[in-house]
T-cell receptor, first 113, second 114 residues
Framework: NAGVTQTPKFQVLKTGQSMTLQCAQD?????MSWYRQDPGMGLRLIHY???????DQGEVPNGYNVSRSTTEDFPLRLLSAAPSQTSVYFC????????????FGNGTRLTVT | RKEVEQDPGPFNVPEGATVAFNCTYS??????FFWYRQDCRKEPKLLMS???SGNEDGRFTAQLNRASQYISLLIRDSKLSDSATYLC???????????????FGKGTKLSVIP
């Protein structure tokens, strides 16, 4: 059981470049989300989805887009990378029952120069 | 007031010691509570859920005080392998979003020293 899979593990971008961080889960979880983690800031919610075709903004959505065309996949797009987006990004999922814990992917370390 | 607040530490304790972490939360409508463990440069992993009556998993004991809005984690007989950052997580229904959202504390760093 793979759980939550994120790719790539590491990425270096130049300012202004765009890219997509991939996230897939094989647990048939309805809820998926993206967090970024910065030193001293903790985990902050970027976007989330409660099911295919449904997405919503979290705490820090600016500069990021998401879509949810299937239950399994929840990609995060950086439209025009900025140095402020240098961070560790985690994808996480959980069952539709609202009180369940999250299962995290291994993370993507992104550096924007 | 921060939604979920933890003492950042670090807590430096000798092997075999007992250590306790507290966490306070501001949303009185919070429904579920968790402790996660995060090793350096790794993803957070669920350590244990926290139930109203308190619960124990081996050397770990979690407690919830809804009236005072705090949860705690007690680690007995600390091992070197317990060195990590411990994240307090609170789940609440946000009416604007129409869904449950988890809010993470910034974590408490524990170092167990030989």
């Amino acid at each position: 059981n793979a759980g939550v899979t994120q790719t790539p593990k590491f990425q270096v971008l130049k300012t202004g470049q765009s890219m997509t961080l991939q996230c897939a889960q094989d647990m048939n979880h309805e809820y998926m989300s993206w967090y970024r983690q910065d030193p001293g800031m903790g985990l902050r919610l970027i976007h989330y989805s409660v099911g295919a075709g449904i997405t919503d903004q979290g705490e820090v959505p600016n500069g990021y887009n998401v879509s949810r065309s299937t239950t399994e996949d929840f990609p995060l797009r950086l439209l025009s990378a900025a140095p402020s987006q240098t961070s560790v990004y985690f994808c996480a999922s959980r069952p539709s029952t609202g009180t369940s814990p999250l299962h995290f992917g291994n993370g993507t370390r992104l550096t924007v120069t | 007031r921060k939604e979920v607040e933890q003492d950042p530490g670090p807590f430096n304790v000798p092997e075999g010691a007992t250590v306790a972490f507290n966490c306070t939360y501001s949303n009185s409508a919070s429904q579920s509570f968790f402790w996660y463990r995060q090793d350096c440069r790794k993803e957070p992993k669920l350590l244990m859920s926290v139930y109203s009556s308190g619960n124990e998993d081996g050397r770990f004991t979690a407690q919830l005080n809804r009236a005072s809005q705090y949860i705690s984690l007690l680690i007995r007989d600390s091992k070197l392998s317990d060195s990590a950052t411990y994240l307090c997580v609170v789940n609440a229904l946000y009416s604007g979003a129409g869904s449950y959202q988890l809010t993470f504390g910034k974590g408490t760093k524990l170092s167990v020293i030989p």
